[in-house]
């Protein structure tokens, strides 16, 4: 989608702090971060939002889940780390385009 700001991060278009990037996803850190770590999982392909997963998509969410762990090892979030998808306007979703927020970091707090 060209109007996408994802989209374009995944092309090049727009420059991200990227930490991890294959075939199937781009990670890179948050430009507004709520926590010391603060990345953003994206799949290459656009999709919206959570809702727009079809069965096609099962490796690719469980290759984005699976990757998390390690993310956070690397980011030193040995103690934990907390995931976040908001999914649609009413779930706080502002950039429509599938991602998922992994978080961590001692300041970070509880709900």
Same mark, same amino acid.
């Not at 603060?38 to 699976?66: C, F, N, Q, S, Y």
């Given at each position: 989608?060209?109007?996408?700001?994802?989209?374009? /991060?995944?092309?090049?278009?727009?420059?991200?702090? *990227?930490?991890?990037? +294959? $075939?199937?996803?781009?990670?890179f850190k948050d430009i507004n971060p709520k926590a010391?770590?603060?990345?953003?999982?994206?799949?290459? /392909?656009?999709?919206?939002?959570?809702?727009?997963? *079809?069965?096609?998509? +099962? $490796?690719?969410?469980?290759?984005?889940?699976?990757?998390?762990?390690?993310?956070?090892?690397?980011?030193?979030?040995?103690?934990?780390?907390?995931?976040?998808?908001?999914?649609?306007?009413?779930?706080?979703?502002?950039i429509f385009h599938l991602h998922i927020h992994l978080?961590?970091?001692?300041?970070?707090?509880?709900?």
């Amino acid at each position: 989608m060209s109007d996408c700001l994802f989209c374009k /991060i995944v092309a090049g278009d727009v420059p991200a702090d *990227k930490v991890y990037e +294959d $075939e199937r996803v781009v990670v890179f850190k948050d430009i507004n971060p709520k926590a010391r770590v603060h990345l953003l999982v994206i799949p290459r /392909i656009h999709l919206a939002t959570l809702e727009d997963l *079809k069965p096609e998509h +099962d $490796e690719l969410i469980g290759h984005m889940i699976r990757l998390l762990p390690e993310l956070a090892r690397e980011q030193g979030l040995e103690q934990g780390f907390r995931t976040i998808i908001n999914t649609g306007k009413g779930g706080g979703q502002i950039i429509f385009h599938l991602h998922i927020h992994l978080l961590g970091g001692p300041e970070l707090r509880g709900f």
